[in-house]
């Protein structure tokens, strides 16, 4: 957002007085432009406690452009912000702030000028008892006050014994969560499996990994290259792993290795090399890997420009995939079908500059779409599982269900999908997991992309398989190999269903139907002798189960549900929905859906999804049976194989 171009009015009635993402950052503005905690409130509505709380944010910025370090800092600052924010030279790390435009450079300073004036970043035990009586547990915090107590002396690590620092996923978002947590404390069973002490740094309050006897020490810290480099000095780590957070924790692998070179400090980034991770997030450097590997993409390329997307769109040919470069969870991702569109898309979505690019790409129209999620260390590569969505292309892969093992791919499909995803695994000489998303059309094989890191998908292949790949990365990057740990694949011989809950119900005016941008914040498991039957346990506990009669609505091209509905059409669909008279709704329209989500009417707003219903009503009177996963029959053998 560049504050300059918006005037008061627009910044009050826009940004202050309107309840949105850009708020915060308008209160900020608003300070600077000699805004009054008083006006702020009057604007904003909110309580003046918090907006003074941001005046202070607002003061220790102007301190840090005067020289002041210290107040920056105590306000929460990290060093390479308050150099940022002072107009010096900060090194590149994922948490630099960007200078602010109204710095005159008065204070600049170098990190080091930063580091000698501001206090240590000290941290605190968490007493769980909350004082109670005397408690004493691995979970800390960390302040900057000068005389806020005992310092480091309050961290109880045995700083004598191999540890390794573990990345968590940061605070929950779209695209980002529990699915991470799960990966962060795999990983830190495994290490303790090797006596390995492990130290956790995250600050979600609400996941596992936060759990104060999780791990042998727990730092709630946000996810910047300072603050976990800070964690590894206090506790002497010998490694940190950065795979299992998602793209928060990948996002500062380079910024921390240059923070730990910097410091002195020896811990190394353990598995898959930060420069293997960052390759495989460049889009030009992994096409050219993908040709020189003679593995087939999607056509596509970046533009800096309007005029270079739409000369991008007419080579390809519409309709064309748009997305911003490095994105989480396909925010901003779209189809576009024409010029208008994508000019739209530029205008309304993405902000496209030189050094703010957007991917467009050939949209594979009908194709069979997989996730592969599997672990390497460094010459063998043990694959956990190969994911068939339901959904067809177009619907974001974290918003698709999926199913394990596939069933529209033949022996040969699956052969050519192990070769694409071994030889990228050894040309990035991946250690630890890696997913690789791929579409089948035609017989072709084309890859996607490809994350040397967890995927939200790795809970559910490893319940489905019982191979446990994050613990199993968690030790191959620890030093061991997949001979030494003799694991094996496993393919399983009932079908488990991925389904995922949307948060349409409490958000109205959402739009339900599903796309290319990620919008479920949950999933859900179900496993049977048929996809019928795991389909439609899995809609149940996503809470949508099937009715098992009654009244449905029908527009989407798809047969059979008059063999278990009354298919109907009604003149006035939404006065139909509201009195209850529609017990089944299959359609894409978003007014119809909003009311359907309103009313809590199941609802199906693609054809595959509404296909995998009629399974799931075939399968009505096949046994509700419930196994462990331990008890579930599989193959040990090689998948592709």
Same mark, same amino acid.
């Given at each position: ?88 030279? %900060?090194?590149?790390? *994922?948490?630099?702030? @960007?200078?602010?435009?109204? #710095?005159?450079?008065? !204070? $600049? =300073?170098?990190?080091? +000028? ?15 008892? %909350?004082?109670?009586? *005397?408690?004493?547990? @691995?979970?800390?915090?960390? #302040?900057?006050?000068? !005389? $806020? =107590?005992?310092?480091? +002396? ?488």
């Amino acid at each position: 957002m560049d504050w300059a171009e918006i005037d008061d009015e627009t910044l009050e009635a826009d940004y202050l007085e309107a309840p949105t993402p850009d708020r915060p950052y308008a209160m900020f503005e608003a300070f600077e432009r000699g805004y009054t905690v008083e006006d702020v409130v009057e604007l904003t509505g909110i309580e003046e406690w918090y907006v003074e709380r941001y005046e202070n944010v607002a003061e220790a910025a102007v301190a840090a452009q005067d020289g002041d370090f210290e107040q920056a800092t105590e306000t929460g600052f990290t060093n390479q912000q308050v150099a940022a924010v002072a107009g010096g030279e %900060a090194e590149r790390t *994922a948490d630099a702030a @960007p200078r602010n435009p109204g #710095s005159s450079g008065a !204070g $600049a =300073g170098t990190i080091d +000028d930063v580091e000698a004036a501001a206090p240590d970043r000290d941290f605190k035990q968490v007493d769980t008892c %909350a004082g109670e009586f *005397a408690a004493s547990t @691995p979970y800390y915090y960390s #302040s900057r006050r000068p !005389g $806020a =107590g005992l310092g480091r +002396d309050e961290v109880q690590v045995d700083r004598d014994v191999e540890s390794v620092v573990v990345v968590g996923g940061g605070p929950i978002r779209i695209g980002q969560g529990v699915e991470f947590d799960y990966c962060s404390v795999h990983a830190v069973r495994a290490l303790r499996e090797q006596g390995i002490d492990a130290h956790v740094v995250n600050n979600n309050p609400e996941t596992v990994s936060t759990d104060y006897d999780t791990s042998d020490g727990l730092f709630f810290e946000p996810i910047t290259a300072e603050e976990v480099a800070d964690v590894i000095e206090t506790t002497n780590a010998d490694g940190v792993m950065v795979q299992f957070g998602g793209q928060t924790s990948v996002d500062i692998g380079e910024p921390l290795e240059d923070e730990i070179a910097r410091r002195g400090l020896d811990c190394e980034v353990l598995g898959t090399a930060v420069e293997a991770m960052d390759l495989a997030e460049d889009r030009d450097r992994f096409n050219r890997l993908m040709d020189d590997l003679g593995i087939a993409q999607p056509e596509g390329g970046s533009a800096t420009s309007e005029e270079q997307a739409l000369e991008l769109a007419h080579d390809i040919g519409y309709p064309v995939l748009v997305r911003p470069s490095y994105v989480l969870g396909g925010r901003a991702m779209d189809v576009v079908r024409n010029d208008e569109e994508l000019k739209e898309y530029i205008e309304e979505a993405v902000r496209v500059s030189p050094d703010k690019p957007i991917l467009v790409d050939e949209f594979l129209a009908d194709a069979v779409e997989l996730d592969v999620d599997a672990v390497a260390d460094g010459e063998d590569v043990l694959i956990g599982g190969i994911m068939e969505h339901v959904e067809s292309a177009g619907v974001h892969s974290g918003d698709s269900a999926c199913m394990i093992p596939t069933r529209a791919l033949d022996e040969e499909t699956l052969g050519r999908v192990r070769e694409v995803v071994e030889d990228i695994a050894v040309a990035l000489d991946t250690v630890g997991l890696l997913n690789v998303q791929l579409a089948v059309q035609d017989g072709e094989v084309y890859v996607l992309e490809a994350n040397p890191r967890s995927s939200r998908t790795v809970p559910f292949v490893s319940k489905a398989t019982g191979v446990p790949i994050a613990k199993l990365a968690a030790k191959v990057m620890a030093g061991e190999t997949l001979a030494e740990l003799d694991a094996e694949e496993q393919v399983p011989e009932r079908v488990s269903v991925k389904e995922v809950v949307l948060p349409f119900d409490r958000l109205p005016g959402s739009d339900p139907r599903l796309g290319p941008e990620m919008k479920s914040t949950g999933e859900v498991m179900g496993t049977a002798d048929t996809f019928g039957k795991a389909y439609e346990k899995a809609q149940s506990a996503a809470g949508s189960a099937l009715p098992e009669d009654g009244t449905a609505v029908v527009d989407l091209p798809v047969e059979g549900f008059d063999e278990y509905y009354d298919v109907r059409e009604f003149d006035d669909l939404t006065a139909a929905l509201q009195t209850g008279e529609v017990d089944l709704l299959v359609t894409r329209d978003r007014e119809a859906l909003e009311t359907a989500v309103e009313e809590e009417v199941p609802y199906y707003s693609t054809e595959a999804s509404a296909r995998a219903a009629l399974e799931a009503l075939d399968a009505g009177d096949e046994p509700l049976d419930v196994n462990p996963i331990d008890a579930r029959p599989k193959t040990s053998r090689e998948w592709g194989k």
